[in-house]
C-alpha cells in the first residue's frame, strides 16, 4: 500500500488488523453470515448496542477474510474522530498513504487506491453517521476492488449496505448458544484467577448470571473482572438486588441497553472512591494513552500521583481499562501492577485504552462532578507540552523516536486541538498547539490535516499575537510546499508585517525564510539567495539553530546551484551535514543529501551522486516525507542515463520507469516540481535523453510500468530492490563552516 515509516511501524499487525489482547470466544454463526456477507457484498455494516461485541466480531472476520484481498485488510478507528471533516484525513493514516496536497481527503483516497483490491473496516461510526455513509457510497463507487466492513450502533442507510445485526450471546434458547456466554465468562475469569475452571458445582450459577446479564459480552466481561473480591454467588445476588430495584421486584427482563447500563453501574459502585474518580477522568482521553499522560491528568484533588499505578492496575483487573500494546509473550491474563508498569514493549511504552461504552459512562459521571473543564485543561496542557517537548526533540537523534510519539499521540492532539477551538478563551493556544506541530505536520506527510487546524485557528484569533506570527509562517510555509503560493505570499507577508510592527525579530526571521522558499520555486534563484541570507542572519544573531536554520542553509545551497555557483553550493550544503552530523539530525540530513547528489551530478561523480541520492529516499522514506523521497527518485532516474564510468552501459528503461513511479508520487505531494521550472530541470534533461535512446513505445511503457507502483515498489525500486542500509558506506568528509553574510540593506529592519 504505502510506506511502512518510523512514525507508522507498529509490530507485525502494523497499520492494519490489531492484534487480540483477549481470546476471542463463540460467534461461529456470525462468523460464517459475516464472511458470505463479505462475499457478495460490497458494503456491509455490523449493527448492535454498546458492549455487544461488533468491533471484536468485525475486526475477527476481516482477519480471517485477509486472504482474498491482496492489497490488505485496514482498520480505521472512527470512534476517535470527533470532526467530521477529519474523517478522510484518518482514513489515510490509516491507509498509510501520505499525501501533501491540498486536494480534499476523498480525492486523494479515489486516485491513490484506484486498481487496488482490499478491504477497509470503518469502526465505531455511528457519531459520524453521515460522513462515514458519504465515504463509503464516494469509495465504493468509485473503486471497485474496495469493500467496506463498518460497525456502528444504527445502519449507515447508504445505497447498496447490507446489515449484519449483532444480537447478545443467547443464554436461553439453544445449549450450544448458551455456551457460548458461559465460555465468555470462563476464559475471563481465568486471566484474573489463574486456577478458576468450569465445574459441574458452579456451571448452574454461572449459567444463571450470564442469563441475568443477557449475554452481552461487555457485562460479563465486566461481572468476571470481580472474581478477585467476590464468589460468583456473591456476584449474581448484587445483581440480582440491583435488578429487582429497577423492575420494581418484579420478574419482567429489563431492556437489553438498561441491562448494560445497569451492569457498568454495579461495577462503577463497587470501584472504591478513588477507582471511579480515575474512571471519571481517564475519559477526557481519545483513543490510547500512556501512564506518565495519566498521572499529569488525572492525578490531584482526590488521587495521589504515586497511587496512579496501583488505580491504573485496578481498573485493569476490573476489566475498565485495557491494556494495549503487549508483546506476544506476556501473558494476556496477567494483571494487576505488573499490567501497569513501566516497562518498554515492541511498541514503545506500555499504553492504555478504555472501551468507548465506558469511556462513556465515565465521562457522564465527570460532567456531573463539574470537574470537566479542569481535567480537560490538563489534557490540552499535557498534549501541548507532547508537541512542544516534540519539536525540541526533532531537532536531534531521536527524530524517528519522535515522528512515532507524536502518531500515537496524534487522536488525543485532535482532542485537544478541538477542545481550543470549541472553548472561548482557548484561541491563542489553539494556534500555539497547531503551529508547534509543524514537524509533525511537514516531517511525518500530515499538510493537509495541518492546513486544516491552523486555518481553523487563524479564523478565531485575528490578533496580532507572537502565536499567530509562528502560525502564519507555518501556513505559509505548508502552502508552499504544496504549491499553494497564492496562500503562501499573503501568510507569510502578514506575518512579516506583524513581526516588524510587533518587534518579533523571530517571526521575522522565519518569515523571510520562507518568502526565500517560495522566491525559489517561483524560479527567482537569486531573489531567494538574497532572503535565505537574511534569513541566516537573523538566524545566528538569535542563536537559533534547529532543522528551520538547517534547511535555510540547504535551500541556499540550492539556490547557488540552480545559478551555476557550485562552490558556494557546496560550502552551504557542506555546512549542513556537518551540522546534522555533529546533531544527529536526519530529516534536514536528508534534504542536504539530494542536494549533495544534485551537486556530484553536476559535478561528473555518478558514483557517489547515486550514493547520496538512494540515501536520501531512503532517509526520507523512514519519515513517510513524500517531497524527500521524490526528489531523491528524480535525481536516480536521471543518473541512470549517464554510466557511472567509461565504457558501461546507461539504463534509459529504468530511468523512464523511475519517472514514472516519481509522477505519482508527485500526485500527492502537489504540483509536480512545485511547478518551478529549475527544479524541473534534470526532469527535463532526463526525459530529452530517454526519448532519444528509446522507440517511442518503449519511453511510454516504460513510464507506465513506473507509475503503477506504490510507494513501497518505488521505493524499492529505486534502491535496487536491496534491503533499505543503514548507510551507504564512507562519505566525504564535513565542509569548511561559510562566514555568516550580512542582510541586505534593502529587507533590513
Known amino acids: 500500500m504505502s510506506s511502512e515509516s518510523a512514525a507508522g511501524r507498529r509490530g507485525a499487525a502494523a497499520g492494519r488488523l490489531p492484534a487480540e489482547v483477549t481470546s476471542f470466544v463463540g460467534r461461529r454463526e456470525e462468523l460464517a453470515a459475516l464472511a458470505a456477507l463479505l462475499a457478495q457484498a460490497r458494503l456491509v455494516t455490523v449493527t448492535g448496542p454498546g458492549g455487544v461485541g461488533k468491533s471484536r466480531l468485525a475486526v475477527r472476520a476481516a482477519a480471517q477474510a485477509a486472504r482474498g484481498f491482496p492489497d490488505g485488510v485496514w482498520l480505521v478507528e472512527v470512534a476517535e474522530v470527533q470532526d467530521a471533516l477529519l474523517l478522510g484525513h484518518a482514513v489515510l493514516e490509516a491507509l498509510r498513504l501520505t499525501d501533501s496536497t491540498a486536494r480534499p481527503p476523498l480525492d486523494v483516497l479515489v486516485e491513490q487506491l484506484a486498481g487496488r483490491r482490499l478491504l477497509l473496516v470503518l469502526d465505531g461510526c455511528e457519531h459520524l453517521v453521515a460522513a462515514c455513509a458519504e465515504l463509503a457510497d464516494t469509495l465504493l463507487r468509485a473503486l471497485p476492488g474496495l469493500r467496506v466492513l463498518a460497525t456502528s450502533r444504527e445502519s449507515l442507510q447508504s445505497a447498496g449496505e447490507h446489515l449484519l445485526p449483532v444480537a447478545p450471546l443467547p443464554v436461553e434458547s439453544a445449549p450450544a448458544a448458551r455456551a457460548d456466554a458461559v465460555a465468555l465468562f470462563t476464559d475471563r475469569a481465568r486471566a484474573m484467577l489463574p486456577g478458576f475452571a468450569l465445574t459441574p458445582a458452579n456451571e448452574a450459577e454461572i449459567t444463571h448470571l450470564c442469563r441475568r446479564l443477557d449475554g452481552i459480552p461487555l457485562a460479563v466481561e465486566l461481572a468476571a473482572g470481580r472474581l478477585r473480591v467476590l464468589s460468583v454467588e456473591q456476584i449474581t445476588a448484587r ?8 423492575t420494581g421486584g418484579s420478574r419482567s427482563a429489563l431492556p437489553r441497553h438498561q441491562t448494560l447500563r445497569t451492569t457498568i453501574g454495579w461495577s462503577h459502585e463497587l470501584c472504591t472512591v478513588q477507582e471511579r474518580l480515575l474512571w471519571a477522568r481517564l475519559s477526557v482521553f481519545a483513543g490510547s494513552f500512556e501512564l506518565e499522560a495519566a498521572e499529569y491528568v488525572c492525578a490531584g484533588d482526590g488521587i495521589e500521583a504515586d497511587e496512579m499505578l496501583d488505580l491504573v492496575g485496578d481498573l485493569i483487573n476490573k476489566s475498565v481499562l485495557l491494556r494495549v500494546g503487549a508483546p506476544a509473550d506476556r501473558p494476556a491474563g496477567q494483571a494487576g501492577a505488573q499490567q501497569a508498569d513501566r516497562s518498554e514493549d515492541d511498541a514503545g511504552a506500555v499504553r492504555y485504552r478504555m472501551l468507548d461504552t465506558l469511556r462513556e459512562y465515565g465521562g457522564q459521571w465527570l460532567r456531573a462532578t463539574g470537574d470537566e473543564q479542569r481535567l480537560l485543561r490538563r489534557h490540552r496542557d499535557w498534549y501541548l507540552g507532547v508537541a512542544t517537548w516534540g519539536e525540541v526533540e526533532w531537532f536531534g537523534p531521536r527524530q524517528a523516536q519522535t515522528a512515532e510519539r507524536t502518531q500515537l499521540a496524534h487522536p488525543n492532539l ?7 477551538l470549541a472553548e472561548p478563551g482557548e484561541e491563542q493556544t489553539a494556534l500555539l498547539l497547531a503551529g508547534t506541530l509543524w514537524f509533525y505536520w511537514v516531517g511525518s506527510g500530515h499538510l493537509g490535516e495541518g492546513r486544516h487546524w491552523l486555518d481553523r485557528a487563524l479564523a478565531l484569533a485575528p490578533e496580532p499575537t507572537e502565536a499567530r506570527a ?23 507577508e ?17 518569515a523571510v525564510h520562507r518568502q526565500g522558499c517560495a522566491a525559489l520555486i517561483g524560479d527567482e534563484p537569486r531573489r531567494a539567495a538574497e532572503l535565505f541570507e537574511e534569513a541566516l542572519w537573523h538566524y545566528n544573531t538569535l542563536g537559533e539553530l534547529n532543522s528551520n536554520v538547517l534547511m535555510a542553509m540547504f535551500e541556499l545551497g540550492i539556490a547557488h546551484l540552480f545559478q551555476g555557483d557550485t562552490e558556494n553550493g557546496e560550502l552551504w550544503i557542506g555546512r549542513v551535514r556537518e551540522l546534522c552530523e555533529e546533531h544527529g539530525e536526519q530529516w534536514a540530513y536528508a534534504y542536504g543529501l539530494y542536494a549533495m547528489a544534485y551537486s556530484q551530478w553536476l559535478t561528473g561523480d555518478v558514483r557517489l551522486a547515486r550514493a547520496y541520492a538512494r540515501e536520501c529516499v531512503r532517509l526520507n522514506y523512514l519519515f513517510r516525507d513524500l517531497l524527500g523521497i521524490v526528489l531523491g527518485m528524480e535525481v536516480l532516474a536521471l543518473l541512470e542515463t549517464e554510466p557511472e564510468a567509461p565504457g558501461e552501459d546507461c539504463d534509459l528503461v529504468e530511468a523512464r520507469v523511475l519517472q514514472g513511479a516519481a509522477h505519482r508520487i508527485w500526485q500527492g505531494v502537489g504540483k509536480p516540481f512545485f511547478g518551478s521550472r529549475t527544479f524541473n530541470g534534470a526532469h527535463r534533461e532526463c526525459e530529452a535523453r530517454a526519448r532519444a535512446g528509446l522507440t517511442e513505445q518503449e519511453f511510454l511503457a516504460a513510464f507506465e510500468l513506473g507509475a503503477v507502483l506504490d510507494l513501497d515498489a518505488a521505493v524499492g525500486r529505486a534502491l535496487g530492490d536491496e534491503e533499505r542500509p543503514d548507510d551507504t558506506g564512507p562519505l566525504p568528509g564535513p565542509h569548511p563552516a561559510p562566514r555568516w553574510p550580512a542582510p541586505s540593506p534593502a529587507r533590513n529592519p
Open 239 to 246: 445483581l440480582d438486588d440491583r435488578f429487582k430495584l429497577l
Open 494 to 510: 502578514e506575518c512579516r508585517r506583524q513581526a516588524l510592527a510587533t518587534g518579533d525579530d523571530r517571526a521575522l526571521a522565519y
Open 414 to 420: 485532535r482532542a485537544a486541538l478541538e477542545f481550543c
Open 470 to 492: 509562528k502560525a502564519l509562517w507555518v501556513t505559509g510555509y505548508m502552502a508552499t510546499l504544496q504549491g499553494d503560493l497564492n496562500r503562501a505570499g499573503p501568510a507569510l
